[in-house]
């Protein structure tokens, strides 16, 4: 599966990034969320991983942008309690949450989810 991860830090991105490949997967990575939707359209991921906060345009914003495109499927990486991100505007949108820090199992079982829920 290629999946587009878009995250202003490059330890996250490189991280992530790693164990993605180490799972099987071919990896895009994009320095925020402007950058997303513009590889999005050249790469055709099979699924985003989008920071919450970045500059520029944030994680919630480019899905909106990339949706009116493409139906790919998204989870969004978040430091923040998963609780704190009720209500906000956008997150029902995506197909799960990854909070930071993460592991290989959490990585695992969000992206099953994620696959799962389309």
Request: proline letters at 3%; aromatic letters at 2%; glycine letters at 8%.
């Amino acid at each position: 599966m290629k999946v587009l991860i878009a995250d202003d830090d490059r330890l996250v991105r490189t991280m992530l990034g790693d164990l993605l490949v180490e799972l099987g997967h071919s990896v895009v990575v994009a320095q925020d969320g402007a950058e997303a939707v513009k590889f999005c359209d050249r790469e055709s991921p099979d699924l985003l991983i989008l920071d919450f906060l970045m500059p520029r345009l944030s994680g919630l914003d480019a899905l909106r942008d990339i949706r009116r495109r493409h139906g790919v499927p998204a989870l969004l990486l978040t430091a923040i309690n998963q609780d704190s991100l009720r209500g906000v505007d956008g997150v029902d949108q995506v197909q799960g949450l990854l909070e930071k820090p993460f592991s290989r199992k959490s990585v695992e079982a969000a992206i099953a989810r994620a696959v799962g829920a389309r």
